[in-house]
């Protein structure tokens, strides 16, 4: 077998990087050349199929982002508290991003709430790992967004006293909120000095589960994620 080109010899060095340690033994204790040639190279085999086998996890694509503004295919209707529910029978088309007063003569004159509905369909329903959020350049004055039902934010003079009516607006929420298929984004607005709009972008993105956790953390002093175990109190009871 000495000078066979077809038998691969790997040093012990090479050889202790790759296998088991029992693998290893066994190869030790083989005393003739050929021998222990012969076992190298099937131990170098079994290292390569090992190495095949672990395929490098692909990273899930990144879904499309998802454009919320339409100059005619959102539905609205004015309302007398934030707690109304839709009025099929009241319903208007709405353009966004735009102003509210402007597109009808009859509410050209009105301030107070109105309820607006958007039918989003995904036809192909993101990981669950991604992180939905609902983003909005700003909404003149005050605002609660839902998704099929469930609120996911809000925005108004109690949360934003000195600009409520220019804030972004950025809402994350629970991917389980989406359905594939039929979506009703809800928008609650409150108009408090004549002149309701909503300005752009508007968008509904799906977020890197480790993009959210970046940006999470730089709001934090921590470099890492910290929960309850990292409570030096708890573990003593207090």
Same mark, same amino acid.
């Given at each position: 077998m000495r000078g066979d080109p077809n038998?691969?010899?790997?040093?012990?060095?090479?050889?202790? #990087?790759?296998?088991s340690k029992p693998l290893l033994l066994s190869l030790v204790i083989v005393k003739t050349p050929? +021998?222990? #040639?012969?076992i190298l190279r099937e131990a170098e085999k079994k290292r390569r199929s090992r190495f095949a086998a672990e395929k490098p996890r692909q990273k /899930?694509?990144?879904p499309d982002a998802i454009d919320l503004s339409s100059p005619s295919e959102w539905w609205g209707h004015t309302i007398e508290?934030? @707690?109304? +529910?839709w009025?099929? /029978?009241l319903r208007r088309r709405f353009g966004f991003p735009g102003t509210v007063q402007s597109r009808y003569k009859d509410l050209s004159s009105r301030n107070g709430l109105y #309820?607006?509905? &958007?039918?989003?369909?995904?036809?192909?329903?993101?990981?669950a790992s991604w992180k939905p959020a609902i983003i909005i350049g700003a909404i003149d004055d005050? @605002?609660?967004?839902?998704?099929? +039902?469930t609120l996911v934010g809000h925005t108004g003079k109690d949360t934003n006293p000195d600009n409520y009516y220019c804030a972004p607006r950025r809402y994350d929420f629970d991917a389980k909120l989406l359905k594939q298929g039929v979506n009703w984004i809800d928008l609650? &607005?409150?108009d408090l000095t004549l002149g309701a709009s909503v300005s752009g972008p508007m968008m509904l993105v799906f977020e890197d589960p480790d993009v959210t956790k970046a940006r999470k953390r730089a709001d934090t002093p921590y470099l890492r994620d910290v929960g309850r175990e990292d409570d030096p109190y708890w573990h003593h009871g207090f």
């Open positions: 038998v691969e010899v790997l040093s012990y060095k090479q050889v202790s #990087r790759s296998v050929c +021998g222990q #040639r012969v /899930a694509k990144i508290s934030k @707690d109304e +529910g009025n099929h /029978a #309820r607006f509905k &958007l039918q989003v369909k995904i036809n192909d329903m993101p990981d005050e @605002d609660w967004i839902s998704v099929n +039902g609650v &607005l409150n």
